[in-house]
Structures are given as C-alpha cells and as structure tokens.
C-alpha cells in the first residue's frame, strides 16, 4: 500500500483515530420498529459512510501530516443533488450528515469535529472534475470522500488520484470503477454492480422447476452501474436455462418508455429486470403499468431504496425487489428457521393498499441464507 | 415480433405523432410568419409543462387546467416577444438572427427553470396516471389520450382559425405574401405578432399535455427542438398540414423503429428524413413554397 497523505492528520492522530471509529453501529435499516423512511436511509447510508471512514482509517499509511487539534477536520464531497441522480444523490447526503453528526457527538474524529463541506455536481461529470478539483486545491480540504454512481465515480477518482488524495466513495459499484489502475480508491460497500443480484439470482435457480419463472426481460439504461446491475443477473439466469426475450439499452435521459414498455409486455415475461437509477425505472413501471403488464416479478436497481420512490409509484410497490445492503458484522439475517420456505418472489401477491414503501423492507428479503454470511448486495450503490 | 405488438407499437406512433403535430405546428407557424427560426419554441413548451407541474404540486389542481392561465399568457408573451424583440432584426437577416436571439431566450430559460425548479426530474403523480383502456387490443394509456386530444382539438381549432377566420384570412396573406398583403391594407405588423403568439400557445398546450406523462427537467428542450425542426423541413417549412402529416409519419416512424433498432437508435429518424428531404427534395415534402427562397 503505498502512503496516502490525508492532510491534515498525522501518524499518532491516525492509531487514535482507527480507535474511536469502531463505535460507529451499523444497524440494518430493514429490521426492528420500522423508522421512518428518511431516518431509514440515513441510517443506512450513514453505516456506509462509517464504513468508509473505516476502511480509510485502515489504510492511511504513514505519510506527511499535520494540523491543528483545535480546528475541524473538513471533508469535501461533491454529490449528484439536482439532475439525474438527485434522489440517490440526496439520499446519499442524508447518510453523510447522519454519519457527521454520529462522530460529532462521539467527540469526533481524532478529537476533531468533522465538518462536511458539499458541493451540488449537478449529475455532471464535468462539474464533478471542477467541484473536486476546488475542494482540494483552493479549498485545501484535509478528506475527500466520493459522490454517487459510477459516472461520477470514475472521473473524481481520477481527480484524486492525481493529486495525491485518498479517495473512498459509497456508490461507485460498476466494474469499471476497479479497472481504472486507482490504487488511492477505496469502495465502501460489499459488491460490485454485477454480483448485486447474487442472492435473488441464488433464490430463483433453487425455485423448483414448475414455480421458476421461465422468461425473462432485461432494460437497463446506458450507464455502467446499472446495465452491470441487470447483466450481472442476465448472465446468471441465463446460465440456469431462463430465457431472455427483450433485451432494451436506453439512453440516460430517455422520458418516454411506453415503446419499451409495449416490447416487454408482448414478451409476456415472467420477470422484468431494470437497470435503473431512479426517475427511469418510475417511468418504465408507470408505462408497463399504463399497458397492463403484470409480471411474477420486478427487479429494479437502486430506484425503490429512494424513499421518493413509492409516492412516485403510489400503492403498487408491492412484488418490486431491489437489491440493498447491510453490514456483515451486525447479526441482522434472522437464522435460517425464520427464512420462508418459498422465497417471497415465487407468485404474485394479491395486490395490498398499504402506500408504506415496502419493496426493500419485504420483498428484497434474500432467501435463506445462514445467518452470519456476509451479503454480497448493498445499499444504493451506484 | 408478433401482430399484436406492431400494432400497439403504430397505436403508440399515433399518439406520440398527435403532440409532435401540434407543435411543429407552432414551430412552422413562426417561420412561415416572420422566417423565424424559433429555437426556444421547445423551451417554452418545457416552461408551460413546469407550470402545469407547479400548478398540481403545489394546489393539487390536475394540471390540464393550467391552460386556463398559460394559453393567454404564452399567446401575449408571444405577441410581446415579437413586438419588442424580434421586429427589431434587420429584415434581411431575420432569420439567421433570430437563430442567435431564439438560442440565447431558450438557454435563458433553461437557465431560470434549473435556477427555480433545480435539475431535478419532476413528473406529475395522477389517479390517472397508470390507466388505460383497451383498443382493439391494444392498451391506450389514458393520459396519453388526454395529451393526444387536446393536441387534436388544438390543431382543429388553429385550422379553422386559419381557414375560416378574417384574422386567418390576413395571417395567411402575410405568409404567402408580405408586401402584397400590406398592398390590400393588412397591417402585417400586428398580424405577424398575433402569429408569434398563436405559436407560443401552441407551446402552452403541448407543455400541458406533455406533462400529463413525461417526466420534465430543465434541460429536456433540446430533446424535443432537433425532432421539432426536422420534421418542419421535412414538412415544408411554413406549411402548418405539411408539419402535421411530417409529425405524425416521423412518430409513427420513431416508435415502430424502436422495435428492430432500440431506443437510442430510432431517434435519427428524424434526421435521416432530414437528410433525406434536403437532397431529394429541399422545399419539404409538403406545401412548402417558402423553402425554395433560400
């Protein structure tokens, strides 16, 4: 590993600072007393940021440093707030300001409080370059932590990397991320976007041949994370003998679905599987919905993890599956007794009012696995 | 590829030809007007489906009727913007000029709409949204009826303004003729801004019925503009029938194109007609006098 400045924190400070960071809980946002949706995904995205600070603790090596004990240590993040990925983007920030406000209370990092300065990139890889390129060089923050999905991902790592900066981010989870040669790039989460649907892929193989779905619908839109997200399941399935009968690739900013919709309706597909970020799968649900489609199953990334996501759907969130994550070191998988003998995705439910998002609390539920495994999915990654 | 599909697929093309009609309608109606590129026309259009978007989300009142408020309010802006902007290009270079003007008023209110609204999507939520009802087999969303309605009527009504009307009497002498339109006593000046802002309303009612099923960002009218100009060429620049039939060929074209070709390639449709339209025959396909004074 070769040494990473992270400016501002000097070899002594970093021991103490792999110390205080152990306390930062992980609590699975799908278990116990259902918080509200926000606090939900702020948990969840705090325990990925606290992840984060973790595995940067672990490898900051030492390196030149310095800094005053009295004032903050400032972290510079550039994240998606409006266009493209603002829902996914302001989750994130939820996580990053819950996972500040954990430290902060806990007396803060090293001694320090931490204080997050966030800059809007508006979906932009562009504006991404500059924001981090002004956080670290005229802002001279003494962290960078990364924004959301691997669009931006790759071209701020890059960033990073050329000025010497340690570079962990929670959401850049397309294979591509890791094919670049950044050797100062430190993921947060536990897969990368092709194993995201490890486990559903796992459920339905073991499906009994009568009750395994038999076709299958593929649309992804053109973006690394989530064509890797839905081809990461196709290959799968399709190595098990599910057919695929509609295989559609769409442009980012795509609006209108409802020729997509119509292919994958005449497929009469079992399972629908999207590559999604977020305002595409609600499109794509709302025209195949608008034609009547009913599949046994719907797989959408990161979409239903945003908690805008079920007012955008209104009732009918039901039977949506996403994969999500948690950390493997909380004992939050019931035992395998409580796994349900048929995973939950083998029929169609009866359609139910309740207007609660319940896809990721429900429906994304792995089947059986023996507790203590680590997961191989994870949280709105992108 | 079954029957059933391409059916649905043409049932699509249809619908999504009925909103294109109308404001290409709009689009060849300045240009047949005052030779006047109108490059935000598409920018008003996403400003009208924010309105209607605002209107729901922050009254709950169903977006159609915001057109009570935005159809007289594009068609006096209009008539304004042609007032006061555009009539003060030199004559001679209008059109090239109004390239530049048009360009700088759509990227202004690109601007205003993220700066307002921020970037992010916005899609209006309705009881409605994911009804449809069953044609012969195919399954018509009912919003995508209500937008393809209102383009109709629309299209209806500026046709029998245009045909049965004195006004549509002396706008139509001001496209075929200027000067001898001014001859016989038409105040060419007035005609040419009630034009503008006929063009505009357009935009007021596409934006509403554009919102009644897409999800809009500020940015979205560059999407919409290219589509929008091809199919005026291909039509015939200034011919409003000729924009009409363009519209609904190319977006029967784009959706049955999507089948074999995906999404991101059915979108050069639109220029491959253009292409197409300027080598083989550059005055458009139909009407289309005014193209050859080029």
């Not at chain 1, 799968?236 to 442009?251: C, H, M, N, Q, S």
Request: neutral net charge; proline residues 7%.
């Amino acid at each position: 590993m070769p040494p990473l400045p992270a400016r501002g924190l000097d070899r002594t400070l970093r021991k103490r600072l792999r110390k205080a960071l152990t306390p930062v809980a992980c609590v699975s946002p799908r278990r116990g007393g259902d918080p509200p949706d926000d606090a939900r995904t702020a948990l969840r995205l705090g325990c990925l940021a606290g992840v984060s600070a973790l595995v940067l603790t672990a490898c900051s090596g030492g390196a030149a440093g310095g800094g005053d004990p009295s004032e903050p240590i400032t972290i510079g993040i550039s994240l998606p707030l409006t266009g493209d990925f603002s829902e996914p983007g302001k989750g994130v920030q939820r996580g990053y300001e819950a996972w500040a406000a954990a430290v902060n209370s806990s007396g803060g990092l090293l001694g320090r409080q931490v204080e997050l300065r966030i800059l809007d990139d508006q979906s932009n890889a562009d504006r991404v370059v500059a924001d981090y390129e002004s956080l670290i060089a005229q802002d001279q923050v003494d962290l960078v932590f990364g924004p959301f999905s691997t669009r931006l991902v790759v071209p701020s790592a890059r960033v990073a990397s050329e000025y010497g900066m340690l570079f962990v981010e929670p959401a850049g989870a397309a294979a591509e991320v890791f094919e670049q040669g950044f050797d100062n790039l430190f993921y947060a989460a536990p897969a990368i976007a092709n194993d995201h649907y490890d486990h559903l892929a796992e459920a339905i193989i073991a499906m009994p041949e009568g009750q395994r779905p038999t076709t299958a619908a593929y649309a992804a839109m053109d973006d690394p994370f989530a064509q890797g997200t839905a081809y990461g399941l196709k290959e799968k399935l399709e190595a098990a003998g599910i057919r695929t009968v509609v295989d559609e690739v769409y442009p980012p900013n795509t609006t209108d679905f409802s020729s997509i919709a119509a292919q994958i309706a005449d497929s009469r597909a079992d399972i629908i599987v999207g590559g999604t970020q977020y305002q595409d799968a609600v499109n794509l649900i709302v025209a195949l919905q608008q034609l009547a489609y009913q599949p046994k199953l719907a797989a959408f990334s990161t979409a239903p993890t945003n908690p805008e996501f079920s007012a955008a759907i209104g009732s009918r969130t039901d039977g949506i599956v996403s994969p999500t994550g948690y950390t493997p070191e909380r004992p939050t998988r019931p035992t395998s007794s409580s796994c349900s003998a048929t995973p939950p995705t083998t029929a169609p439910r009866p359609p139910r009012t309740r207007r609660t998002p319940t896809p990721r609390a429900r429906s994304s539920r792995p089947p059986c696995r023996p507790s203590g495994v680590p997961s191989r999915v994870s949280a709105s990654s992108g | 590829m079954t029957g059933s599909l391409l059916f649905q697929s043409l049932v699509l093309g249809i619908l999504l030809g009925g909103l294109y009609a109308l404001l290409a309608a709009g689009l060849t109606l300045y240009f047949g007007v005052m030779r006047v590129v109108m490059i935000a026309h598409a920018a008003f259009l996403v400003l009208a489906a924010y309105l209607a978007w605002d209107v729901h989300d922050r009254f709950g009142i169903d977006p159609l009727l915001s057109l009570v408020v935005t159809v007289p309010l594009f068609f006096l802006a209009g008539v304004g913007f042609q007032r006061l902007l555009i009539a003060r290009l030199r004559p001679a270079t209008v059109t090239m000029m109004s390239v530049l003007l048009t360009f700088a008023v759509a990227l202004l209110i690109e601007g205003m709409l993220g700066f307002v609204y921020s970037g992010t999507q916005r899609r209006v939520q309705l009881s409605y949204s994911a009804a449809s009802i069953e044609v012969f087999g195919a399954q018509v969303a009912v919003v995508k009826l209500i937008a393809f309605g209102l383009a109709a009527l629309s299209l209806l009504a500026l046709y029998l303004l245009l045909t049965r009307s004195r006004f549509g009497q002396a706008l139509r002498a001001t496209i075929q003729h200027p000067q001898a339109a001014r001859l016989i006593g038409i105040d060419t000046d007035k005609v040419a801004g009630y034009g503008f802002g006929l063009g505009l309303a357009t935009a007021a009612v596409g934006g509403a019925a554009l919102s009644l099923d897409s999800t809009i960002y500020p940015s979205l009218h560059w999407h919409w503009i290219g589509p929008l100009m091809a199919i005026i060429v291909v039509g015939g620049l200034g011919s409003i029938p000729g924009a009409a039939i363009a519209a609904m060929v190319l977006g029967i074209g784009q959706s049955l194109l999507q089948l074999p070709l995906g999404t991101t390639w059915a979108q050069t449709v639109f220029y491959l007609a253009l292409f197409a339209t300027l080598l083989v025959r550059p005055q458009g396909f139909f009407g289309g006098r005014l193209a050859q004074r080029f």
